[in-house]
């Protein structure tokens, strides 16, 4: 059996488009949010995301003949139902299942997001299906007033970030914070503000309050692993708002192409620190760190109205009363490009994070610290 094990990981590890790891007692082979799992002499295919509806969908189309479902604990496998067929046979279907996934989800969101189709300034870029997801939350003209004129609601204790997919967006549904205790609900007072890790969109759809961050998948594991003891309770949040897509270069293309988006996802994070402010979760008299994780660190360099986002926002916070912001960069808790083993991993972004932390107080106003490129290279020189 072990014999058995062998020839698939050497199959599979020919795969450039697949990224390793090794979990307990399971090898794996990535590709956002599935993997092959080489696990107890069995191979399958594996989902770990929370779009239980979709994934039951792209399921039912499979041939019953080639392939079986099972369910457990609210996770998805596929195996090859003939287990007598050769390794390399199994291999090859499962991976063919990867490419299938993804046409099946990116189908999907294009549907969805045509159905929920806003409207949108007539001479703003259409290219994309990013826009369809985000009506305009600005004025006609897009003039970006201070927000503490822009958001008076902000300041009432239950506040709406702005419109996505034709609904009001509440902070609860796109945010959460560095707590993975089983009631760690019941400890939104204590929230951490003056530290914000920052992504750029989920990965998946999130079902319930404060959920974000918060599922079993390997990704929200490392951010669990890296924020104990060094971010505990800091304030998790994306820049861009209910768009569930794994692809980050997809996202990012996006946004770089549609004005609307970048002003209002700006306009809906000056909002959450708007709220926080409100709530006592963010000090004034105290640095604001905001660490940006992975990608998110090149939508700080886009622009609005001639003055790059981060600037921006450093202004509006500004306006808030908060005079010292001081962001980091960190690569992202994903790490899909890395070639380390899973625990080398965590522990590495961990003691990139303790680094972070230790600089950032001594970095001055809105200065960038550490190279989040330092862990990359790490990665894949091991």
């Avoid at 046979?89 to 189908?107: G, V």
């Avoid at 006592?280 to 090149?298: A, D, T, Y």
Wanted: with cysteine; proline share 3%.
């Amino acid at each position: 059996m072990e014999e058995k094990n062998q020839r698939a990981i050497e199959f599979l590890g020919k795969k450039s488009d697949l990224n390793k790891g090794d979990r307990k007692n399971e090898k794996y082979f990535r590709k956002n949010n599935a993997k092959i799992r080489i696990k107890n002499n069995a191979i399958d295919f594996y989902y770990d995301g929370d779009d239980a509806d979709k994934w039951n969908s792209f399921a039912e189309s499979l041939s019953e003949d080639i392939y079986s479902l099972k369910k457990n604990s609210k996770k998805y496998s596929i195996t090859v139902k003939d287990q007598n067929t050769d390794t390399e046979t199994q291999c090859s279907l499962l991976y063919e299942l990867f490419d299938k996934w993804q046409s099946f989800q990116s189908a999907s969101d294009e549907t969805q997001s045509a159905d929920a189709e806003p409207k949108v300034k007539k001479n703003c870029e259409s290219s994309t299906k990013l826009e369809k997801t985000c009506n305009n939350v600005m004025s006609e003209e897009y003039n970006y007033k201070p927000c503490t004129e822009q958001f008076p609601e902000c300041f009432d204790g239950n506040v709406k970030l702005g419109i996505v997919n034709n609904k009001p967006e509440e902070i609860q549904y796109v945010a959460s914070f560095a707590d993975w205790s089983e009631d760690f609900q019941n400890n939104l007072n204590k929230i951490e503000g003056n530290t914000i890790l920052f992504g750029l969109n989920i990965s998946s759809s999130i079902g319930k309050p404060w959920e974000n961050f918060h599922s079993t998948s390997d990704e929200d594991e490392r951010l669990k692993y890296a924020c104990e003891g060094v971010f505990d309770r800091a304030y998790i949040t994306d820049l861009i708002k209910d768009f569930p897509n794994g692809n980050s270069s997809v996202v990012m293309k996006a946004f770089k192409n549609n004005e609307t988006l970048r002003h209002a996802s700006v306009e809906m994070f000056v909002r959450e620190i708007a709220f926080l402010i409100h709530c006592g979760r963010i000090e004034k008299n105290k640095p604001l760190h905001i660490v940006l994780l992975g990608p998110v660190q090149k939508c700080m360099k886009c622009k609005i109205a001639k003055k790059k986002i981060k600037d921006l926002i450093c202004d509006e916070i500004n306006n808030l009363g908060c005079k010292k912001i001081i962001f980091g960069e960190a690569y992202h808790f994903a790490f899909r490009e890395c070639s380390m083993s899973d625990d080398q991993a965590k522990k590495e972004y961990r003691e990139q994070f303790k680094r972070l932390k230790e600089k950032m107080p001594h970095a001055g106003n809105e200065e960038v610290v550490d190279n989040p490129h330092r862990f990359k290279k790490t990665a894949k020189s091991k």
